[in-house]
């Protein structure tokens, strides 16, 4: 049964095509900066707001920054993004439920779902089944993740965690290029995993502009993302075109 955060992505993508969402990294945020990209964020159309990073930062700080967060925007979901347990707050709408796909430490794979379970299930946070794939550079992300990126020129590689992880009950597949990557995931990478696997897919790492977020969605990407670009001087009105622009319904 599809939790209500899970099925607004859903009817939104139906309706839209494609949508977008904003990450924010706790660590690199301030309480006040987490309000002001929140606020801007909303105003510019994204549809939700995803809260993690790849390195740790303070339970109290995380949970200040996504109560910030919701009172901010009060009308988007907040989605938690963890890269460990330390990434658990009470105070989210949902969490991807993430298994990284490509790692070679079980830890990453189930080990922090089995320790982090107990907490989503007390909390009362809608758990949201995503399988992770570390693509290109890999960045932080990879590192942390002791992950084996996925490279550039293998489609059918990435297509094949895709489909197993469709094969495991994930719901979404996200194909991540890594935070600040130098070019953004490939849009024939992006078809060939659209084309085997029927799981929404989500597209994030390296894409800053409008013309890198139409190419990903209309190469099938369901959801894009964007994270370091908030950090941007022009960041509002870059968002706002790449939420319009993503609709294929306009297209």
């Given at each position: 049964m599809?939790?209500?955060?899970?099925?607004?992505?859903?009817?939104?993508?139906?309706?839209?095509?494609?949508?977008?969402?904003?990450?924010?990294?706790?660590?690199?945020?301030?309480?006040?900066?987490?309000?002001?990209?929140?606020?801007?964020?909303?105003?510019?159309?994204?549809?939700?707001?995803?809260?993690?990073?790849?390195?740790?930062?303070?339970?109290?700080?995380?949970?200040?920054?996504?109560?910030?967060?919701?009172?901010?925007?009060?009308?988007?979901?907040?989605?938690?993004?963890?890269n460990?347990?330390?990434?658990?707050?009470?105070?989210?709408d949902a969490?991807?439920?993430?298994?990284?796909?490509?790692?070679?430490?079980?830890?990453?794979?189930?080990?922090?779902?089995?320790?982090?379970?107990?907490?989503?299930?007390?909390?009362g946070?809608?758990?949201?089944?995503?399988?992770?794939?570390?693509?290109?550079?890999?960045?932080?992300?990879?590192?942390?993740?002791?992950?084996?990126?996925?490279?550039?020129?293998?489609?059918?590689?990435?297509?094949?965690?895709?489909?197993?992880?469709?094969?495991?009950?994930?719901r979404?597949?996200?194909?991540?290029?890594?935070?600040?990557?130098?070019?953004?995931?490939?849009?024939?990478?992006?078809?060939?995993?659209?084309?085997?696997?029927?799981?929404?897919?989500?597209?994030?790492g390296?894409?800053?502009?409008?013309?890198?977020?139409?190419?990903?969605?209309?190469?099938?990407?369901?959801i894009?993302?964007?994270?370091?670009?908030?950090?941007?001087?022009?960041?509002?009105?870059?968002?706002?075109?790449?939420?319009?622009?993503?609709?294929?319904?306009?297209?």
């Amino acid at each position: 049964m599809l939790g209500p955060v899970e099925r607004y992505l859903t009817d939104k993508i139906k309706t839209d095509g494609s949508i977008h969402m904003t990450l924010i990294d706790p660590e690199k945020v301030t309480v006040q900066q987490a309000a002001s990209i929140a606020e801007n964020a909303k105003t510019s159309g994204t549809a939700a707001i995803m809260i993690g990073g790849s390195t740790f930062v303070s339970q109290e700080h995380l949970d200040r920054v996504v109560k910030t967060i919701k009172e901010t925007a009060v009308e988007l979901p907040t989605i938690l993004f963890p890269n460990n347990i330390t990434g658990i707050s009470r105070y989210a709408d949902a969490i991807w439920f993430m298994s990284l796909l490509n790692s070679v430490d079980p830890y990453f794979i189930v080990g922090a779902q089995i320790l982090g379970a107990p907490l989503i299930k007390k909390f009362g946070l809608e758990p949201i089944p995503m399988g992770y794939v570390i693509v290109g550079e890999g960045g932080t992300a990879g590192i942390v993740g002791k992950a084996i990126p996925v490279p550039y020129n293998k489609p059918e590689l990435a297509a094949a965690h895709a489909l197993a992880g469709q094969y495991l009950g994930m719901r979404f597949i996200y194909l991540e290029g890594g935070s600040g990557a130098k070019n953004p995931v490939p849009a024939e990478m992006i078809r060939v995993v659209k084309h085997f696997s029927d799981a929404y897919l989500i597209v994030g790492g390296g894409i800053r502009t409008k013309e890198q977020a139409v190419t990903a969605s209309s190469a099938g990407a369901d959801i894009i993302v964007t994270g370091n670009l908030v950090e941007t001087a022009n960041s509002t009105q870059t968002i706002a075109e790449i939420a319009t622009s993503i609709k294929r319904t306009q297209q």
